[in-house]
């Protein structure tokens, strides 16, 4: 379970969040919708300790995410995240990036590491590309590869920052059709998307954001059908 | 017919000097990388403010000519520290800090180079800062920076014909010797040249090989 408490964020001056409240439950796919500069991307970097907060809590699995005793990098195994820029390690090739951290960060055998790697790329569709370089994949081949990359770790939760945004649009759904596979399969998820019909089939709730702060959260019937807050109407009215 | 009075003993006192030169050359660029590795890191992680004496240091380094601070360095620990070392140890030691004053920028540009989003998608995967390092950031630094530590590493055998300063017999001293033997320069000077061209070519011809392959992937 990941719970957000109150939480406030800002850089320098600019406050990015003004207390978040959100309750992530197991197994539940929360999507999150809303302007560019809204903290979106600032919220999914909180979750994982990427950023530190200014006040407020975030609890993975009943861990305080900034507290000190906080071991981050053990509990980064269990959170995965994609990025919207694509993030491939480019001097290794895609099984390589896929088995780096089962076998550093979990020390797992090479050849364990690789069973691993094979299977999650195949199931993301990269089985035939495990020995190319990330410079020979599409954009879509590369997200899907990251997608794998964080599978491998056996996350508990995935992260996942407008994925699809950096690509060109005949590459947009092989992407989703991975991320709503892994929801099919039970994956605790928060996705920030573009991709309203998305957000509307794989989410159990969708949450839209304004200027730092949740205006909104409900179940994708409710915040598609009968938005209640001005701002969540005037957002849809723009994306239609 | 050309003549000339150099005999085979000579070519091996030539011969003799390469080496010095080699060695002096392989020992500072090796342990001037390692320090330089070490600089830079420290450059990029401590940040501009904190890293300052580090860097007017290394700064130090690149501005003063060579032969500046062998002479400095030499008269340093003979006079003030008092310590009997000897000239190779000198030169080895001068030239070392100053390949790593140079190494430290080509690392920390190397390090600059790579992605913010790379380091962070490392990060994420649960890998250590030190694992991020080893395994992410110096791999990509390297690539960006090893044509200019190349360049670097070819400059270096060519100043450590300074160390003759601290009574180092190397290569072109060995050939001022015999020059002032044979009265020979022009001759002397050609086949001088031409062990320093011998020393030379595998390293930049391995620059070029390593610049081709890195560019196909
Ligand atoms: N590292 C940073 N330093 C300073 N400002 C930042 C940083 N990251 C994001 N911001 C600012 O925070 C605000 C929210 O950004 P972000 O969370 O990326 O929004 P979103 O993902 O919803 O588009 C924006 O105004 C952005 O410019
Ligand atoms: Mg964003």
């Known amino acids: 379970m990941i719970e957000i408490q109150n939480v406030h964020k800002s850089f320098g001056q600019l406050e990015v969040l003004k207390g978040i409240d959100l309750v992530v439950q197991k197994g539940e796919v929360v999507t999150v919708i809303g302007g560019s ?15 530190p907060i200014n006040s ?13 005793s906080t071991n981050l990098n053990k509990l980064r195994r ?4 994609v990025f919207q820029q694509w993030n491939a390690f480019p001097h290794l090739t895609v099984l390589e990036n896929v088995t780096l951290a089962p076998r550093k960060v979990l020390g797992m055998a090479k050849a364990e590491a690789e ?3 094979e299977r999650q790329l195949m199931h ?16 879509g081949q590369q997200q899907r590869m990251a997608i794998a990359r964080a599978l491998a770790m056996a996350p508990d939760y995935m992260l996942f920052d407008e ?11 092989e992407v989703l059709e991975t991320l709503k596979m892994l929801a099919e399969e039970g994956m605790t998820m928060i996705c920030v998307t573009h991709e309203m019909a998305f957000a509307r089939d794989v989410s159990k709730r969708v949450a839209y954001f304004h200027q730092g702060v949740m205006a909104e959260i409900g179940a994708p019937e409710q915040i598609f059908g009968d938005p209640q807050h001005p701002e969540t109407r005037k957002f849809l009215a723009s994306v239609r | 017919m050309f003549e000339t009075a150099l005999s085979a003993a000579d070519l091996i006192f030539l011969a003799k000097g390469a ?26 992680q401590l940040g501009p403010i904190l890293s300052a004496p580090l860097t007017l240091f290394l700064d130090i380094f690149r501005s003063v000519p060579l032969l500046i601070q062998l002479v400095l360095a030499n008269s340093f620990i003979g006079m003030v520290l008092k310590l009997q070392l000897s000239g190779f140890f000198v030169a080895c030691m001068v030239l070392s800090l100053y390949t790593s004053a140079y190494c430290a920028e080509l690392v920390r540009g190397g390090i600059d180079a790579v992605p913010g989003i790379t380091r962070r998608a490392a990060r994420s995967l649960g890998m250590s800062w030190a694992q991020d390092m080893r395994y992410i950031v110096l791999p990509l630094a390297t690539r960006v920076a090893l044509p200019s530590w190349i360049g670097l590493a070819l400059g270096v055998m060519k100043d450590s014909a300074l160390v003759y300063v601290v009574q180092v017999t190397e290569l072109l001293k060995s050939t001022q010797i015999l020059i002032t033997r044979l009265q020979e320069p022009l001759f002397l000077l050609l086949i001088c040249g031409a062990f320093y061209f011998i020393i030379s070519f595998p390293l930049a011809r391995f620059g070029g090989y390593l ?7």
């Open chain 1, 124 to 139: 993301v569709g990269l089985g035939d590309k495990l020995l190319a370089y990330p410079s020979r994949l599409s954009g």
């Open chain 1, 56 to 68: 407020g809590k975030i609890l993975v699995d009943g861990t305080e995410v900034h507290a000190k």
């Open chain 1, 115 to 117: 069973a691993i790697a």
């Open chain 2, 211 to 217: 610049e081709k392959r890195s560019s196909n992937d």
């Open chain 1, 163 to 173: 994925v699809t945004s950096a690509l060109d649009p005949q590459l947009v759904g």
């Open chain 1, 37 to 51: 500069g809204s903290g979106k991307s600032t919220l999914l970097t909180c979750i994982n300790g990427l950023e």
């Open chain 2, 19 to 44: 080496g010095i030169t080699i060695v002096v050359t392989a020992i500072s660029v090796v342990i001037g990388t390692v320090l330089g590795i070490l600089f830079g890191v420290l450059r990029v």
């Open chain 1, 78 to 81: 269990k959170i995965g995240i």
